[in-house]
T-cell receptor
Framework: EAQVTQNPRYLITVTGKKLTVTCSQN?????MSWYRQDPGLGLRQIYY???????DKGDVPEGYKVSRKEKRNFPLILESPSPNQTSLYFC??????????FGPGTRLTVL | KQEVTQIPAALSVPEGENLVLNCSFT??????LQWFRQDPGKGLTSLLL?????REQTSGRLNASLDKSSGRSTLYIAASQPGDSATYLC????????????FGKGTKLSVIP
């Protein structure tokens, strides 16, 4: 089944403890991205990648890192999480500039 | 900077009614527009994708139109059902070479049995 998977789906952590949210797609898509969704603010793009080893900042990249060493994986790294990074995170992929497919989301709480 | 607005923010209709959701965007130089559905606590499901050269797309009871010059799109849902209850989001992709989707804040639809 063609899909975008994220792990973990739920995470509660404490300020400053490094964490990684994984994202994987099995559709051989070149493009992948990360979004966060917050009440009243909607979905905002954090980082995107147009292919292996090619990444760029979205609208809200501060406090996040990404890497794209393989085509299928695009992990989101929070080196030192803070409470303002509590949010619902979505990974997405697409073949070139076409329809984007979203993962199920990761609900992160930073205490 | 592109801004996407969806009106109304919430809508409640009786089952069986036809309805229209609106989406407007400030910069008409878009590559495509995509409508999504989001159920509570769930991810986004793509409903329809309209390329900038197209005027509309249809899938079952859903029809999306695009008027790029006026910066508007509508999502028409025919014969609404309780299972259509969800938040509907529209998103625009900027011009060729861009991969950044800009989202509206959504319309929360409730279809009352």
């Amino acid at each position: 089944e063609a899909q975008v998977t994220q792990n973990p789906r739920y995470l509660i952590t404490v300020t400053g403890k490094k964490l990684t949210v994984t994202c994987s797609q099995n559709m051989n898509h070149e493009y992948m991205s990360w979004y966060r969704q917050d009440p009243g603010l909607g979905l905002r793009q954090i980082y995107y990648s147009m292919n292996v080893e090619v990444t760029d900042k979205g609208d809200v990249p501060e406090g996040y890192k990404v890497s794209r060493k393989e085509k299928r994986n695009f992990p989101l790294i929070l080196e030192s999480p803070s409470p303002n990074q509590t949010s619902l995170y979505f990974c997405a992929s697409s073949p070139t500039q076409n329809e984007q497919f979203f993962g199920p989301g990761t609900r992160l709480t930073v205490l | 900077k592109q801004e996407v607005t969806q009106i109304p923010a919430a809508l409640s209709v009786p089952e069986g009614e036809n309805l229209v959701l609106n989406c407007s965007f400030t910069d008409s130089a878009i590559y495509n527009l995509q409508w999504f559905r989001q159920d509570p606590g769930k991810g986004l499901t793509s409903l329809l994708l309209i390329q900038s050269s197209q005027r509309e797309q249809t899938s079952g009871r859903l029809n999306a139109s695009l008027d790029k010059s006026s910066g508007r799109s509508t999502l028409y849902i025919a014969a609404s059902q309780p299972g259509d209850s969800a938040t509907y989001l529209c998103a625009v992709l900027a011009g060729a070479g861009s991969y950044q989707l800009t989202f509206g804040k959504g319309t929360k639809l409730s279809v009352i049995p």
